[in-house]
Every structure is written in structure tokens, then in C-alpha cells.
T-cell receptor, first 112, second 112 residues
Framework: AAGVIQSPRHLIKEKRETATLKCYPISRHDTVYWYQQGPGQDPQFLISFYEKMQSDKGSIPDRFSAQQFSDYHSELNMSSLELGDSALYFC???????????FGSGTRLTVV | QQQVKQSPQSLIVQKGGISIINCAYENTAFDYFPWYQQFPGKGPALLIAIRPDVSEKKEGRFTISFNKSAKQFSLHIMDSQPGDSATYFCAAIDGSARQLTFGSGTQLTVLP
């Protein structure tokens, strides 16, 4: 069965540019989560969606926004990029948020 | 404040030895405790998980021990192999809030 699909795998952007990351959850999973992981850090929760509605919000900068679409895929939009935004961005999905979340392979964002 | 405290930060074990990673939590709303294995540049992969009404769960060489009264749980990797070298994250899920909280991670190195 297909896992959580993220695109693109790698992204290089310049400061002050905009980036859009996409996440396609496992079929029938209704909850999507976004995490940011800096080098040597544990993943930091950004935002989550349950049934296409924002469920919870973590340490997501105001420059970032996200949404979940009718087909349950989600997009993380990042504007006015800063050097400090360079990180691995992971999407995870789960069924009702109660059990083990399945993570995608991540998008490595490099801001230069 | 780290809601899930993980130790040690790094661990070096000889091939064939036992690797032990410990975690502790405070939030009694947590109701599911997964462990994730992460290789560099990859997404966290679910390794094994346990519910708080179970004291031990074993899957192959991996065992979770859970002490509900002490609010502690640990991962034991028996017969550790060089291929087990990775970063391990304990996590705790509050199912009602659909939230997953990671520990700070343990970088395991298994020497050949």
C-alpha cells in the first residue's frame, strides 16, 4: 500500500521567496500533520487538520499557512522565506489521530 | 518544556549488545506510545507501539516496557546490529486531542 507521499523531495529557494509543499496522506486517513525538523533536532509540530478543518496549531510562524483539500491532500505554504526556515518538513497522516502516525519521506527545504 | 523526556541523547553499543532507551512523561492524557526510527534524510518510521494498559510488548528484537504508575517507558533492542544505527524517538499520543509529542531523540551507534 502506498504510504504518505510528499512533494517535492528537495527544494531550494532564495530569501523572501515563497514555497509550497504538498502532502498526500494514506487512503482513508482523515488527519494530516506537518512537522519541521532542523538538523539534530526532534520534529517540531507545526499544524494539523482533521476532516479538512484545522485541528491544532503548534509553533507555526505567521508567514506559513496550510490547508487540507477535499481529497484530503494538504499543502503547506511558506512565504517571505528566511534562512532559518531551512529544514526537513515532514507530513504525517493517521486515522482519527489515535494511533501510530505514518510519516512521509519529507521535503528538504534549503533557503539561500 | 519537553513533555516527553528521553535519554540518553546518544548511545554506543557493540554488535550483539542490548540497546536501552528510556522515556518519561507527565501528561496523563497520553494514551498511545509509539517509537520511531529515523535514518538521516528520511522520515521517522514507526517501529513499535504500546498502549498504557499493557506492561510489555515484543516484536522481534524490539521490546517496549511500560510502567504506567511511574509514567515511564523504554525501548530495548536485543542483539543490536550495525543496521540499527539510527536516531530513535519515543513519542506519546493524546488521542482525544489528536496530538503526538516527540521525545528529543537518541542517536544510536552500533559498532561492528
Amino acid at each position: 500500500a502506498a504510504g504518505v507521499i510528499q512533494s517535492p523531495r528537495h527544494l531550494i529557494k532564495e530569501k523572501r521567496e515563497t514555497a509550497t509543499l504538498k502532502c498526500y496522506p494514506i487512503s482513508r486517513h482523515d488527519t494530516v500533520y506537518w512537522y519541521q525538523q532542523g538538523p539534530g533536532q526532534d520534529p517540531q509540530f507545526l499544524i494539523s487538520f482533521y476532516e479538512k478543518m484545522q485541528s491544532d496549531k503548534g509553533s507555526i510562524p505567521d508567514r506559513f499557512s496550510a490547508q487540507q483539500f477535499s481529497d484530503y491532500h494538504s499543502e503547506l505554504n511558506m512565504s517571505s522565506l528566511e534562512l532559518g526556515d531551512s529544514a526537513l518538513y515532514f507530513c504525517a497522516s493517521s486515522l482519527d489521530g489515535r494511533f501510530g502516525y505514518t510519516f512521509g519521506s519529507g521535503t528538504r527545504l534549503t533557503v539561500v | 518544556q519537553q513533555q516527553v523526556k528521553q535519554s540518553p541523547q546518544s548511545l554506543i553499543v557493540q554488535k550483539g549488545g542490548i540497546s536501552i532507551i528510556n522515556c518519561a512523561y507527565e501528561n496523563t492524557a497520553f494514551d498511545y506510545f509509539p517509537w520511531y526510527q529515523q535514518f538521516p534524510g528520511k522520515g521517522p518510521a514507526l517501529l513499535i507501539a504500546i498502549r498504557p494498559d499493557v506492561s510489555e510488548k515484543k516484536e522481534g528484537r524490539f521490546t517496549i516496557s511500560f510502567n504506567k504508575s511511574a509514567k515511564q517507558f523504554s525501548l530495548h533492542i536485543m542483539d543490536s546490529q550495525p543496521g540499527d544505527s539510527a536516531t530513535y524517538f519515543c513519542a506519546a499520543i493524546d488521542g482525544s486531542a489528536r496530538q503526538l509529542t516527540f521525545g528529543s531523540g537518541t542517536q544510536l551507534t552500533v559498532l561492528p
